[in-house]
Protein backbone atom coordinates (compact mmCIF):
# COMPACT_ATOMS: atom_id res chain seq x y z
CA UNK A 1 0.00 0.00 0.00
CA UNK A 2 1.33 3.57 -0.43
CA UNK A 3 -0.22 4.99 2.30
CA UNK A 4 2.74 3.40 4.39
CA UNK A 5 0.09 2.11 6.78
CA UNK A 6 -0.04 -1.65 7.35
CA UNK A 7 -2.72 -4.03 6.75
CA UNK A 8 -4.00 -5.86 9.71
CA UNK A 9 -5.67 -8.83 8.55
CA UNK A 10 -8.19 -10.61 10.90
CA UNK A 11 -7.21 -14.29 12.42
CA UNK A 12 -8.60 -16.08 15.22
CA UNK A 13 -6.70 -19.27 16.54
CA UNK A 14 -6.41 -21.09 20.08
CA UNK A 15 -3.12 -20.39 21.80
CA UNK A 16 -0.82 -23.82 22.67
CA UNK A 17 -1.45 -24.51 26.55
CA UNK A 18 3.09 -24.96 26.47
CA UNK A 19 3.25 -21.55 24.70
CA UNK A 20 5.20 -18.84 26.19
CA UNK A 21 4.99 -15.47 24.73
CA UNK A 22 7.88 -13.29 23.17
CA UNK A 23 7.84 -11.49 26.51
CA UNK A 24 8.03 -14.98 28.87
CA UNK A 25 4.19 -14.53 29.26
CA UNK A 26 2.73 -17.50 29.46
CA UNK A 27 -0.28 -17.97 27.18
CA UNK A 28 -3.64 -19.37 28.41
CA UNK A 29 -4.53 -22.31 26.89
CA UNK A 30 -7.86 -20.65 26.31
CA UNK A 31 -7.32 -17.43 24.92
CA UNK A 32 -7.29 -16.58 21.24
CA UNK A 33 -5.38 -14.17 19.13
CA UNK A 34 -7.22 -11.58 17.82
CA UNK A 35 -6.28 -8.90 14.84
CA UNK A 36 -7.77 -5.75 14.39
CA UNK A 37 -7.60 -2.75 12.50
CA UNK A 38 -7.06 0.44 14.92
CA UNK A 39 -6.13 4.07 14.26
CA UNK A 40 -1.76 4.46 14.37
CA UNK A 41 -2.40 7.18 16.84
CA UNK A 42 -3.84 4.47 19.76
CA UNK A 43 -0.59 2.50 19.30
CA UNK A 44 1.15 5.50 19.82
CA UNK A 45 -0.70 6.12 22.70
CA UNK A 46 -0.52 2.66 24.11
CA UNK A 47 3.25 2.90 24.06
CA UNK A 48 3.46 5.97 26.31
CA UNK A 49 1.06 4.43 28.58
CA UNK A 50 3.41 1.13 28.46
CA UNK A 51 6.64 3.28 29.16
CA UNK A 52 4.07 4.97 31.92
CA UNK A 53 3.30 1.82 33.56
CA UNK A 54 6.85 0.42 33.59
CA UNK A 55 8.82 -0.38 36.69
CA UNK A 56 12.16 -1.52 37.00
CA UNK A 57 12.31 -4.97 36.25
CA UNK A 58 8.69 -4.82 35.14
CA UNK A 59 8.08 -3.60 31.66
CA UNK A 60 4.90 -2.77 30.21
CA UNK A 61 4.32 -3.43 26.76
CA UNK A 62 1.93 -1.77 23.95
CA UNK A 63 0.39 -5.46 24.10
CA UNK A 64 -0.30 -5.52 27.85
CA UNK A 65 -1.77 -1.57 27.78
CA UNK A 66 -4.34 -3.05 24.78
CA UNK A 67 -4.94 -5.96 26.79
CA UNK A 68 -6.19 -3.86 29.78
CA UNK A 69 -7.58 -1.06 28.05
CA UNK A 70 -9.81 -3.60 26.34
CA UNK A 71 -10.83 -5.31 30.06
CA UNK A 72 -11.72 -2.11 31.68
CA UNK A 73 -13.26 -0.53 28.24
CA UNK A 74 -15.58 -3.45 28.34
CA UNK A 75 -16.55 -3.54 31.88
CA UNK A 76 -17.45 0.08 31.54
CA UNK A 77 -19.75 -0.46 28.62
CA UNK A 78 -20.98 -3.34 30.40
CA UNK A 79 -22.44 -1.51 33.15
CA UNK A 80 -23.48 1.15 30.83
CA UNK A 81 -25.72 -1.28 29.13
CA UNK A 82 -26.68 -3.24 32.45
CA UNK A 83 -28.15 0.71 34.13
CA UNK A 84 -29.89 1.47 30.65
Avoid: Y
Avoid at 3 to 20: E, F, M, N, Y
Avoid at 31 to 39: C, D, G, L, T
Avoid at 54 to 61: D, I, L, N
Amino acid sequence: MSSGHRVWICTLQRAKPDRIGAMGRPSSPNAVQVSIRVPPEWLDRADVVAEQMSAPGQKMTRVDVIRRAFEQGLARLEREVESE
